[in-house]
């Protein structure tokens, strides 16, 4: 009888445990926001279909440097608001959804990937970071992580995931990207790239032509066994 009771109590509470780790780590409904450029931009039908891989991007909040927003962009001063809901002058949404969905085509037509159509925008304070493996920021010179999301991405890398950024408009915007990323790896340097170096680490954290080193990159092999 108390045997009995005891698979019932460790039944249920796998049970339980299961239950609750589904609730955790539920997909949210997709959703488009409002864009910086591109809000007429057609939607696959389907978007909503179940795959391995998608395009993560990240939302961020808009810089507060007032040194970055230079010739280019001071017209969009005035635009903006919440950068949790997207739209004109938010600049996590800049090329959004448009260059997204391109780059999920290639990956549909060019691998072997079951790859989503559609994006995935990513919200680190929502904490369903751990869903997208994959990575992206656009206009990282316009970023300003708060220190929860600093230590977010830190977890995010150091726990397998890969994350791409891009669009550095000078030294300004590349010193405004840094004060961010020394908050999630204060302890580890940016190092330039070579031809002859290649990435052994998921956790290597990469801008243009630089990356993160820990003993990550090393000389390149034979182009016949880079396959």
């Known amino acids: 009888m108390h045997i009995r009771k005891l698979w019932l109590f460790v039944l249920g509470g796998i049970g339980l445990v299961s239950a609750l780790f589904g609730f955790e780590n539920a997909t949210r409904p ?26 993560a991007r990240l939302m961020y909040p808009n810089t507060t440097n007032p040194n970055v927003w230079g010739i280019g962009f001071r017209r969009f ?4 608001g919440d950068w ?51 990575l992206y920021a656009v206009e990282v010179g316009h970023w300003e992580l708060t220190d929860e999301q600093a230590y977010a991405l830190r977890e995010y890398l150091l726990r397998g995931g890969f994350f791409m950024c891009d669009d550095f408009h000078g030294t300004i915007e590349w010193e405004n990207f840094l004060a961010s990323m020394r908050r999630v790896f ?14 052994t680490s998921s956790t290597t954290w990469t801008s243009g032509t630089r990356c993160r ?15």
């Open 30 to 55: 997709w959703r488009e926001y409002p864009a910086f450029e591109y809000n007429d931009f057609p939607v696959p039908p389907d978007y909503q279909q179940k795959t391995e891989w998608a395009f």
């Open 213 to 227: 080193e820990r003993n990550i990159c090393g000389p390149a092999p034979p182009m016949s066994k880079m396959a």
């Open 84 to 134: 949790r809901e997207g739209g004109r002058g938010i600049f996590w949404t800049m090329d959004y959804p448009r260059s997204d969905r391109h780059f999920s085509l290639a990956i549909r037509r060019l691998t072997r990937l079951d790859a989503r159509s559609v994006e995935q925008p990513l919200n680190f304070d929502e904490g369903s970071q751990y869903d997208w493996p994959w």
């Open 186 to 199: 204060p302890d580890r340097p940016i190092v330039e790239i070579t031809p002859t170096r290649f990435f």
């Open 77 to 80: 001063r005035g635009y903006g």
